[in-house]
């Protein structure tokens, strides 16, 4: 029988009785044919593969990470706690040493979902990677991790997450914002004033074929993650970038996530969007698993593949290279940037307008970070909604010093619910609880 | 009258129950070069003298297709594959010859990719010409659409003896394992056919007019006639047997532990509101992992006659035997001698297994009789110790829907049943150790062979509806038909319980209405794009397992 290279930890959710609603790409059968070809192919009888139960995340785990308006409850479904869960099912079965990589293939997404939580966001309430890294940090010591997200749109909601974290590194390859939802991930998104440079995306042309996401791989994402020197590298897994996607318009095919996954190796892979739940998913998932566990994936093919599906123009080619190029050597000078960005401002602030496609929502923020040299940063984002809500979320990191954290309380102290009337949030990290008034 | 036949490795057990009783009961050696030889004999001396108008059905279960996997006698087997696109077909060539044959089939049962005529004439001709006569056929998703298994084998010549098609074994998926369960449904199926033939004789010289049943490992039985397309579902019944036999003794409606205790080891099994569960997949033998459906048993190497040793003050018992106790004539110390020495059990010779304990006592500074406690309370230990871990993963099983995790229904035993011959001995040990009433029913010494009498037939069925490609696939049975896009959950249940009840008809010829059960069922939306263009229903209908209450109403019985 087949016998893994590395034990591989699965936790298979697939929700089949939960749905945004009967017609939308996120819905119950989405992994159904998932798990038609994982049972088909015999993999949870592979040794060195073992499936985990989901659990529900806690409420607590949520607000480690987000500020959710009014409150978590009334923001999320059970269905949103058990995918946060079960990421973090995955994770710890790595870090306790159980398997080598894990791979949380759960719905619904969350790379969407921002700090701040008003509604729904690209099929994603929720930040489950996010959820499970701060379990990971407050359970299991903080770690330096990068996280890859290759799913084709760009992933703000975890960008904002770490948006001030210099020990996050966030890596998005996308297809370009400009022509695709949210419409964001630009180069010169690069981080917060205390993280500069720890934010890089990769748009990518429509039309990229597999050459292009490996040449960007290996050309920009591993020579960075060689700098870096994460203790975890996580996958935001999206499987979007399907040449059969209904929703987007790239080339990439079942062998090429293999292999990208295959060269990525990360150590935890959580599934994100991926709408060809047909033609793609079946064949994407298995041939990541296989890659992951070190298997033959080169049988792995969907029955309509043929190299015209994912060939790429040399026009990308060449856009991609120039694209790969310049990032790195962005990231190279980071240090540098990062000098010209601040100049000598104390503090820096930035206005954004956030949109909730599912309930057609919009979000006016007004950002202020702390400039500081010996920590993330003291942040808080002043929030009103065409609804006319209107909160106060303040923000002290993980490894805030004493005059952030002092900060932020006396922040928290002054504002008053006359003048937020919908609340004032603080997540205090150092504490890890979320205060609110 | 009911009788029941358990063939044990060692030893075979034969008993008639009558009005609710076992009325006579016989143990013979298991002979493993003659296992009819074996049945004949055992049968003949339970029946002697019986008016054989009251013997109202004969279970058997048998270790022939086991011990003929084990031991590699086997007929050999051409394999033919059709893997499609997924993971490495190589290490799934187990036959004699292989063939890996172009061709696909997808999720949804749609073809996609073409059989290639040259590609299996070319294999027709090496089976062929390498004189292999038992073939199995098995495409990767042949239970969604039987086709491609189908032509294969029409496109073969006629001369072949048996042949499996995939898709018949089971409606589960799983690709491998209905490779090795094909491979093994025809390596076994020669050597299975000439002892059904023997058996059908012998019940005919009897002048019998029933039809003899087979234990299978899920716990039911079937006709030795339906058993023969299907020989491989007989592999492995005897922890069936024992599990059944428990339940026929003691039946219970809580959770509840059941262990058999033997002389090697303590088969463990469970009961969910007192029905047995079964292994999640199907039964792995000599490291095959198949399809057939099973009753969840876990092995561990300790029992009776386990070695007992002691090293730097430290206990261990099992998992090797090395022999019978020290008393009956063996090597080491084992439990058998501790139960002697405390004087719960008087066989063999006393003396030799005191000095055995004196000896073990020194060791660990203790006196013989602590010694032997301690050695019947690690024992029980752990065998508890064992549960535990096994309900911990049972209840920590993967769920797939909301409901499920937010139930999280957890198998919680209320109760032990204990059933092997040491079993009584040890029962104090054991309600100490697990901290649960234990109980031991009587007669707990011949709990398999009453198991086997008691069981009753049980069958499942797989039906899967697809209104957008307009087709109902049923693999048990090759159905495979037209349905309207119309199409929905009700009427195919309806469908799924009537076929069900024709297929029981024919593997048991007594149907009670009230078994039939649906035990599955799902429907799913198909989108495309953005619009809902069918429903996919999946539906899974059982007989389940049960068996006769052995001191129940003395009507039944
Ligand atoms: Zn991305
Ligand atoms: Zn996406
Ligand atoms: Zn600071």
């Not at chain 1, 960005?341 to 007004?366: A, C, H, M, P, V």
């Not at chain 2, 002691?310 to 035997?321: A, F, Y």
């Not at chain 2, 797939?400 to 229904?409: D, M, P, S």
């Amino acid at each position: 029988m087949y016998k893994a290279s590395r034990r591989i930890g699965l936790v298979f959710f697939p929700a089949f009785d939960w749905a945004i609603s009967p017609t939308h790409p996120e819905r119950e059968e989405r992994l159904l044919y998932t798990q038609d070809q994982v049972l088909e192919e015999g993999i949870l009888d592979i040794e060195g593969i073992r499936e985990y139960r989901p659990h529900l995340a806690a409420v607590a785990d949520v607000e480690r990470v987000h500020v959710c308006v009014p409150d978590v409850m009334s923001r999320v479904t059970e269905s949103h706690l058990i995918a946060a869960g079960g990421a973090i099912v995955a994770a710890e079965a790595v870090l306790k040493g159980e398997v080598d990589r894990a791979f949380a293939i759960v719905r619904p997404p969350g790379h969407h979902a921002m700090r701040i939580v008003h509604g729904a966001r690209g099929f994603c309430t929720i930040n489950i990677e996010a959820i499970m890294i701060e379990y990971l940090r407050r359970h299991y010591g903080n770690k330096r991790i990068a996280i890859v997200d290759t799913d084709c749109h760009h992933g703000d909601g975890s960008q904002d997450i770490y948006w001030h974290d210099p020990d996050t590194l966030y890596i998005s390859i996308h297809q370009d914002g400009r022509t695709l939802y949210p419409g964001t991930g630009f180069l010169n998104e690069f981080g917060g004033p205390n993280a500069f440079g720890y934010n890089l995306n990769l748009p990518l042309p429509p039309e990229t074929g597999e050459e292009g996401f490996l040449y960007a791989l290996e050309h920009c994402i591993l020579p960075v993650l060689d700098d870096f020197k994460p203790d975890l590298i996580i996958n935001s897994a999206g499987q979007d970038n399907h040449y059969t996607d209904p929703i987007t318009n790239m080339r990439f095919s079942a062998q090429g996530y293999a292999r990208l996954n295959d060269r990525l190796q990360p150590h935890i892979a959580v599934l994100e969007g991926g709408y060809s739940i047909e033609g793609a998913l079946p064949y994407v998932n298995v041939g990541i698993i296989l890659a992951m566990a070190g298997l033959d994936y080169t049988y792995v093919r969907e029955p309509d593949y043929n190299p015209a599906r994912v060939a790429q123009s040399p026009k990308v080619r060449d856009y991609i290279a120039r694209l790969c190029e310049e990032t790195y050597q962005a990231w190279r000078r980071r240090d540098e940037l990062r000098e010209e960005f601040i100049r000598d401002q104390k503090e820096i602030s930035r206005r954004r307008q956030i949109y909730y496609d599912t309930e057609g929502l919009l979000e006016n923020q007004e950002e202020t970070t702390l400039v500081c040299h010996a920590c993330g940063g003291l942040s808080w984002i002043d929030s009103r909604t065409d609804r006319g809500s209107h909160v106060l979320a303040i923000f002290i990191p993980r490894d805030a010093c004493p005059r952030c954290r002092e900060e932020g309380h006396n922040l928290f102290e002054r504002s008053s619910r006359q003048t937020y009337r919908d609340g004032v949030f603080l997540q205090d990290r150092v504490a890890d609880r979320l205060f609110t008034k | 009258m009911f009788v029941g036949l358990d063939m044990g490795g060692t030893h075979t057990d034969a008993v008639l129950i009558e009005k609710g009783r076992v009325s006579r009961h016989y143990k013979t050696v298991t002979d493993a070069a003659d296992f009819v030889g074996t049945i004949r004999r055992a049968l003949e001396a339970l029946l002697a003298g019986i008016n054989l108008d009251a013997v109202r059905s004969i279970n058997l279960s048998t270790t022939i297709c086991t011990n003929a996997v084990i031991t590699g006698r086997t007929s050999p087997v051409g394999l033919l594959l059709e893997p499609g696109p997924g993971m490495n077909p190589a290490v799934l060539t187990c036959g004699q010859k292989n063939f890996i044959l172009s061709g696909s089939i997808d999720h949804r049962g749609r073809p996609t990719s073409p059989l290639v005529e040259a590609e299996i004439k070319n294999a027709d001709r090496e089976l062929q010409r390498a004189g292999i006569r038992h073939l199995a056929i098995v495409g990767k998703f042949s239970t969604r659409n039987p086709e491609h298994e189908v032509a294969i084998k029409e496109a073969l010549s006629v001369e072949y003896d048996f042949i499996t098609l995939g898709h018949r074994l089971s409606g589960r998926l799983n690709f491998p394992r209905r490779v090795f369960t094909a491979y093994l449904n025809s390596a076994v199926a020669a050597t299975y056919r000439s002892f059904a033939a023997a058996i059908t004789d012998f019940v005919m010289q009897k002048g019998l007019t029933i039809a003899p049943h087979i234990l299978k490992a899920d716990g039911g039985t079937m006709t030795i006639e339906a058993s023969q397309e299907r020989p491989v579902e007989t592999i492995l019944s005897g922890p069936a047997a024992s599990i059944m036999g428990a339940l026929a003794l003691m039946p219970v409606e809580q959770d509840a532990v059941i262990l058999d205790i033997g002389g090697t080891t303590t088969d463990i099994a469970f009961l969910a509101g007192g029905v047995p569960l079964f292994e999640p997949q199907g039964i792995t033998l000599t490291g095959f992992p198949t399809l057939v459906r099973a009753l969840f048993s876990h092995s561990l190497g300790l029992g009776g006659d386990s070695c007992v040793n002691s090293k730097e003050g430290r206990l261990t018992i099992g998992p090797e035997r090395r022999g019978p106790a020290l008393a009956l004539g063996g090597p080491t110390v084992t439990p058998t001698d501790a139960l002697i020495t405390l004087g719960r059990l008087d066989v063999g010779d006393k003396t030799l297994a005191r000095r055995g304990l004196t000896k073990l006592g020194d060791e660990l500074g203790l006196s013989p009789e602590s010694a032997a406690t301690v050695v019947l309370r690690q024992m029980a230990e752990e065998i508890a110790r064992c549960c535990r871990t096994l309900l911990d993963k049972i209840n920590d099983r993967p769920v797939y829907t909301v409901r499920e995790v937010l139930e999280g229904r957890q198998i919680k035993p209320a109760q032990v049943i204990a059933i092997g011959a040491p079993a009584p001995l040890l029962a104090p040990e054991l309600e100490k150790a697990f901290a649960l009433p234990v109980i031991v029913p009587d007669l707990a010494g011949v709990a398999n062979a009453v198991g086997a009498a008691l069981s009753r037939p049980t069958t499942e069925l797989t039906l899967l509806a697809d209104t957008e490609e307009g087709v109902l696939t049923v693999p048990e049975e090759g159905i495979r038909e037209r349905i309207p896009g119309s199409y929905n959950l009700e009427q195919a249940k309806k469908r799924a319980l009537e076929l069900l009840r024709s297929r029981y008809t024919r593997l048991t010829r007594e149907v009670e209405e009230d078994k039939l059960e649906i035990i599955e069922e799902q429907v799913f939306n198909m989108v495309s794009g953005f619009y809902t263009t069918g429903k996919n229903i999946r539906i899974k209908a059982q007989v389940k397992p049960r068996v006769i209450p052995l001191k129940g109403d003395g009507d039944h019985v």
